[in-house]
């Protein structure tokens, strides 16, 4: 990623925490379609100029959810049940969901790649969730999203700039 971009989110991420928070609240009575457009040409933009396996910090920090075909899927991997996967690899967070129980993540190698990439959780692959149809509909995961995800952060700002004060 470029050092500008990570010091940019670092620096700032946390003092726009606010002026993030009341955007995003701003998207949620919008037509689902009518930001994405945008939302996707960020996304691509800001992706193009990040390189997660110099990042990394989503693995570090954020323990993943997964759902019983993850689980399926890993313990098959792994030539376990999914009762001794789950015995070894999962714990139940405050809100109930199921997550990865290390932080950093058991699975995130040295070198910032992941051990299990081909297989690994959907929320994983879906992270930070900037080319969903319904991004609009989820400003609290969006808002702490920015703070976890220098992609996210970044994202946001360019909808930001991006979005006609028509749109919203
Ligand atoms: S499973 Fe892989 S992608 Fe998911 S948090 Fe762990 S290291 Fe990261
Ligand atoms: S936190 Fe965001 S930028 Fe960093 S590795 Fe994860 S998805 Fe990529």
Redesign the pocket.
Known sequence: MGIDLMQEWSENAKTQKEENKAFLKTLLPLPKLKILPTLLKAHTEVFEAIDCLKC?N??RT???IVIKSDINRLAKHFNQSPKQFIRQHVLTDINGDMV?N?V??????DDNT????EI??D???R?PHTDEADFGSRPALNLANTIVCPAAYHIVNLLKSQLSSNDI
């Not at 992941?114 to 990439?117: D, G, L, S």
């Open positions: 990394a989503c693995c954020s323990p993943a990865l290390g950093p993540c058991s699975f995130l190698n992941c051990a299990v990439y690994r959780p929320a994983c692959r992270y």
